[in-house]
């Protein structure tokens, strides 16, 4: 890779130590670049401080374990795989209304999903349930913590967010927009019912993408 201001941002999501120097050095006499490392180091150091201040490391594993536990049959989780897809591509306009109008289906076909699996909840017996009272009040306890600790470090870069100086900037936060428009999917149609350990795998794995975005 050429050390262009081009191809800042490609190194940046590369991480390679050889790159990064050859960037720095760049940057001296590169204003624009200089600014735009300037940011990256600031929020990537915020970032680290408060991911110490996190009550446990382990929020993410406990949630994943309680929830694998109870459901009998798991399905693979299909928003997670678009946001894989997304992440390792350039955040432009064309990739960003291609990905609002994935998650907009993706949304109808979840609230269409969960209609059966209400009418079933209401008809059969509790124990039928994937979710039983006590295992969903422990999920809902761990989930709120996990979620907590994420929105704490979404507090931290957003006023970076609200005014972006780079390109980079602004990819980050149409990706950041599209992973909350996906949450608010899938929260609503837990609201639907509360007992489905699908949408809270699929929930909880978008919650952990936006936390590496972050």
Same mark, same amino acid.
Request: glycine share 4%; net charge positive.
């Given at each position: 890779?050429?050390?262009?201001?081009?191809?800042?941002?490609?190194?940046?999501?590369?991480?390679?130590?050889?790159?990064?120097?050859?960037?720095?050095?760049?940057?001296?006499?590169?204003?624009?670049?200089?600014?735009?490392?300037?940011?990256?180091?600031?929020?990537?150091?915020?970032?680290?401080?408060?991911?110490?201040?996190?009550?446990?490391?382990?929020?993410?594993?406990?949630?994943?374990?309680?929830?694998?536990?109870?459901?009998?049959?798991?399905?693979?989780?299909?928003?997670?795989?678009?946001?894989?897809?997304?992440?390792?591509?350039?955040?432009?306009?064309?990739?960003?209304?291609?990905?609002?109008?994935?998650?907009?289906?993706?949304?109808?076909?979840?609230?269409?999903?969960?209609?059966?699996?209400?009418?079933?909840?209401?008809?059969?017996?509790?124990?039928?349930?994937?979710?039983?009272?006590?295992?969903?009040?422990?999920?809902? +306890?761990?989930?709120?913590?996990?979620?907590?600790?994420?929105?704490?470090? +979404?507090?931290?870069?957003?006023?970076?967010?609200?005014?972006?100086? +780079?390109?980079?900037?602004?990819?980050?936060?149409?990706?950041?927009?599209?992973?909350? +428009?996906?949450?608010?999917?899938?929260?609503?149609?837990?609201?639907?019912?509360?007992?489905?350990?699908?949408?809270?795998?699929?929930?909880?794995?978008?919650?952990?993408?936006?936390?590496?975005?972050?």
């Amino acid at each position: 890779m050429r050390v262009e201001c081009r191809n800042l941002e490609k190194a940046l999501r590369q991480q390679e130590p050889e790159l990064l120097e050859a960037f720095a050095a760049h940057a001296a006499a590169c204003p624009a670049c200089r600014e735009q490392l300037r940011q990256w180091d600031a929020i990537s150091k915020a970032a680290g401080g408060l991911r110490k201040s996190w009550d446990s490391s382990q929020l993410w594993p406990r949630i994943h374990q309680a929830l694998a536990s109870e459901a009998a049959r798991g399905r693979k989780p299909w928003v997670p795989a678009i946001f894989l897809h997304i992440g390792s591509g350039n955040w432009g306009a064309a990739v960003a209304a291609t990905a609002v109008l994935a998650i907009t289906i993706s949304g109808a076909w979840i609230l269409w999903r969960n209609y059966p699996i209400e009418e079933e909840t209401r008809t059969r017996p509790g124990p039928r349930r994937l979710l039983t009272e006590q295992a969903l009040r422990d999920v809902e +306890s761990a989930e709120a913590a996990y979620i907590q600790s994420i929105e704490k470090l +979404s507090k931290l870069v957003e006023p970076k967010l609200e005014q972006p100086a +780079s390109p980079l900037m602004i990819s980050y936060r149409e990706k950041l927009m599209l992973i909350d +428009s996906a949450i608010a999917e899938l929260r609503a149609g837990i609201e639907r019912n509360r007992f489905n350990a699908h949408l809270r795998q699929e929930l909880l794995a978008i919650y952990q993408q936006k936390q590496r975005t972050l």
